[in-house]
């Protein structure tokens, strides 16, 4: 019943949901729909709370036993608890709270995100080689979009920005349809197998 | 010459090269004059086509990684829509300390240079949980959607801006979203403007371009903004540049930067390619 609970669930839920957006079911309908996204709300926050306790035990276990890079597990752990202390103490909209987001959560977060960057340029140095057609088009393309994608790049040759936008809007967006379609149409083959209960590593069976 | 050193230059050399082809521009800025393109244009222009004193909905759903580039076009938006006497009501579904707060920055920087007051020109309501759900409830009614309060918890019966604005639906005349995702686009499309048929436009990331061009093409977005460079050139067009522009020199030569070492990495490619074929 473990298992098959999840299952029931899910397939009753996403029939519900699905007739209720694809028929005219009246006030009751739009009701409805409305109740389960108060649902889909209160669930999200539940994700939060499975969250913190999934983080917990994995980072609480690295330290107990002294698992390599225990260090960071601990500083994490830390970090975590004393966030939940002090914003619990001064509120979501308190001096010290906001002060931790926006000096130290955002910080990183941006710095994190600037390392990019580097790590962009590094591995276009190391491995963008023109060793082949398929590597030459990328190259190229790559080239005339950095190109375009700065002023330097219509003062070095002008014009270029034009040839950027056609890159963009014609190669690119074949290639980006065709990705878009694929995509979808995986997801709802795996949407199936889900509301079927073909597909059920998700509750952890691993089958 | 040993070719194969050209290959394997040290690392650190590459980061210290580009920290600094970053890092000179922006004190000592080169001031190439950017070409606004085609999307850009449209972004100005539809705002531009606002009559005067227009309610303007302005959702900067950001984290702090994308908010270097999207923030310049809050301020060049803030300038062109106060400049009409444009009212904005701002929202910020991304993330919950950032969003909020840098919208309330930029705009407020503005808004204090052009001489317009919080809660009667402008209004901040902040991160609500939720986005989907609660974009389909300010529909109709933004109060509820909002629990009533601004982004600082203050209430709405304070502000006067908010008397006038009690649904989207009804009050407000032009959607600007800048996004790094989730929620995007088509959050605001399905929602918002396609059943009400408001005007949405905006800007991203460019790495966004290619899923949204289709929205461009089919007219339900209304031009965009992308990345920087989108920024730049918006702040050209309402006239006062400021840090799109500045970005635009240090973005030139870190991409000058890359090409240079691509372009050395494939000599030295070639030549050591060409060596061992020889051999």
């Known amino acids: 019943m473990r298992r098959q609970l999840p299952l029931i669930l899910v397939a009753v839920t996403a029939f519900f949901v699905m007739a209720m957006k694809f028929f005219n079911f009246g006030e009751f309908g739009a009701a409805a729909i409305r109740e389960a996204d108060i649902w889909i709300q209160v669930t999200y926050e539940f994700a939060f709370l499975l969250g913190a306790i999934n983080f917990t035990r994995l980072h609480l276990g690295n330290v107990s036993r002294k698992r390599p890079k225990w260090v960071y597990s601990a500083i994490a752990l830390v970090a975590m608890v004393l966030t939940f202390i002090i914003t619990l103490i001064d509120g979501v909209n308190g001096d010290i709270a906001v002060f931790l987001y926006e000096n130290i959560a955002n910080r990183i977060d941006s710095a994190i995100y600037a390392l990019l960057g580097f790590y962009v340029c590094s591995a276009a140095y190391r491995s963008f080689k023109l060793k082949n057609l398929e590597a030459g088009i990328l190259l190229v393309s790559a080239v005339v979009l950095m190109l375009a994608q700065a002023p330097i790049g219509d003062a070095i040759l002008p014009g270029i920005s034009k040839v950027g936008e056609w890159i963009l809007n014609v190669p690119n967006s074949a290639g980006m349809r065709g990705i878009r379609l694929g995509a979808g149409i995986g997801a709802y083959a795996a949407s199936i197998r889900v509301i079927l209960g073909l597909e059920r590593s998700w509750t952890g069976s691993g089958s | 010459m040993d070719w194969e050193k050209l290959q394997h230059i040290d690392i650190r050399i590459l980061y210290a090269i580009i920290l600094l082809c970053m890092i000179i521009p922006m004190f000592k800025p080169l001031g190439m004059p950017v070409a606004v393109s085609e999307n850009t244009q449209k972004v100005y222009q539809v705002i531009e086509d606002l009559p005067d004193g227009s309610v303007i909905w302005v959702s900067h759903d950001t984290g702090s990684g994308n908010a270097p580039e999207l923030n310049p076009m809050i301020t060049a938006l803030a300038r062109q829509a106060f400049r009409k006497n444009c009212k904005l009501v701002g929202t910020a579904f991304f993330s ?39 974009m389909k409830v300010m529909v109709d009614d933004v109060w509820a959607g909002v629990g009533g309060v601004d982004w600082s918890g203050t209430s709405l019966e304070n502000f006067p801006l908010m008397q006038q604005v009690r649904s989207i639906r009804n009050d407000v005349d032009l959607i600007f979203v800048t996004t790094v995702g989730t929620p995007g686009y088509g959050d605001w499309m399905a929602y918002v403007a396609q059943p009400l048929n408001k005007p949405l436009t905006g800007g991203a990331s460019l790495t966004m371009y290619s899923g949204v061009q289709h929205y461009i093409r089919s007219g339900q977005l209304k031009g965009f903004l992308g990345g920087l460079r989108g920024a730049a050139e918006y702040e050209q067009l309402v006239e006062h540049p400021g840090q799109g522009l500045a970005g635009m020199d240090a973005q030139s030569m870190g991409h000058i930067t890359v090409l240079v070492f691509l372009l050395l990495g494939n000599i030295g490619y070639f030549m050591v390619r060409g060596k061992n074929s020889r051999q």
């Open chain 2, 96 to 134: 919950e300390t950032v969003g909020p707060t840098l919208l309330y920055d930029y705009i407020n920087e503005v808004a204090e240079e052009m001489g317009k007051e919080y809660g009667v020109d402008w209004v901040n309501l902040g991160y609500r949980l939720n986005a989907e759900a609660c």
